[in-house]
């Protein structure tokens, strides 16, 4: 296998990244192949990590504020959990973060109750069956839990 070194993002390549993403703006997907052949030396995965994680402006890394949790509820009424349309709805977040947010804040169904007995004993079972598998034990177990509430009660 072949590792190649990764390297700085220069301010010239920032901005053929910039210029590409913005003639993608009304299509969907975005082509991250086709704008990686523009830069030399940057794959699809370099170009879209870059972006998503660097450049775009309208990403919000902070604290969920104002009206975003109700254009996410928005956004899976419309889209289920198709992420990536999800975030297009709420404008501000990547898809990533929208799917963290609805499966540990937002989903109407979360348990917040204190753990039962039979709970206690089954999360014995889970983790001796799955290790500290969370996301695994949640969606087998306890549908209603969430991965951290979850992990936070195992320790």
């Known amino acids: 296998m072949h590792c190649r070194k990764s390297r700085p993002w220069t301010k010239e390549e920032d901005a053929i990244l910039r210029e590409a993403v913005e003639s993608y703006e009304k299509e969907e997907p975005i082509s991250w192949n086709d704008i990686a052949s ?3 030396g940057r794959s699809n995965k370099d170009c879209r990590k870059r972006w998503v994680c660097g450049l775009a402006p309208r990403i919000n890394k902070g604290p969920w504020v104002g009206d975003e949790d109700e254009l ?3 956004g899976v009424r419309l889209h289920g959990t198709r992420w990536t349309a999800v975030s297009q709805i709420v404008g501000s977040r990547q898809a990533n973060q929208c799917s963290r947010r609805w499966h540990e804040v937002v989903k109407p169904n979360i348990n917040r109750e204190r753990w039962s ?5 089954m999360l014995k079972r889970a983790v001796v069956a799955h290790g500290r598998k969370w996301i695994e034990i949640v969606e087998r177990y306890f549908p209603d839990r969430t991965p951290i509430a979850t992990r936070q009660r195992w320790v």
């Open 38 to 40: 523009r830069i030399e």
């Open 72 to 74: 996410l509820r928005e």
């Open 117 to 121: 007995i039979f709970e206690e004993e």
